[in-house]
């Protein structure tokens, strides 16, 4: 096993090898909605590219998720066909959010390197998708809390 200050190096390459691998800009949390994100996760034992919905308001939080839902055929159909949408999602921190998420099909570890280019690919292939996603629909998602 890692110390920890071994496993946040390990972290820190893991991020720069992807950004220098893939240099782009992502729309992540610049997506004009209050709690409303995109992100990579890589953890020790796996990876996804996750939409978290973190409003502060409770039911912008549902009336976002519920609008989400109303579009989930069109997501899956066109965009991100292994996409799950999870509206009790477990944070390690034990916070619940809502979550929808495309998760790395087969093993990883961010401690493993050899893992590590494939889930590059993986990241960049379904980020671009949900981007995709996002920018023809963004008003209508926008409708939910507006």
């Excluded at 976002?64 to 066909?81: A, G, M, R």
């Excluded at 087969?106 to 980020?127: G, H, L, Q």
Aim: aromatic share 18%.
């Amino acid at each position: 096993m890692f110390s920890k200050e071994e496993a946040a190096t390990i972290r820190k390459e893991f991020w720069i090898a992807f950004g220098k691998s893939f240099p782009r800009k992502w729309i992540k949390y610049n997506t004009q909605i209050k709690g409303f994100s995109f992100k990579f996760v890589a953890e020790r034992k796996q990876a996804m590219v996750v939409l978290d919905i973190e409003h502060p308001d409770e039911i912008n939080n549902e009336l976002l998720f519920e609008q989400l839902q109303s579009l989930k055929s069109i997501l899956e159909q066109d965009y991100l066909s292994e996409v799950i949408f999870n509206e009790e999602y477990l944070l390690e921190s034990g916070k619940i959010i809502r979550r929808i998420f495309v998760q790395y099909p087969t093993k990883f570890s961010i401690y493993n390197k050899d893992t590590w280019r494939e889930c590059f690919v993986f990241f960049v292939e379904n980020m671009t998708q949900f981007e995709l996603f996002f920018n023809e629909y963004e008003d209508y998602i926008k409708q939910a809390i507006n």
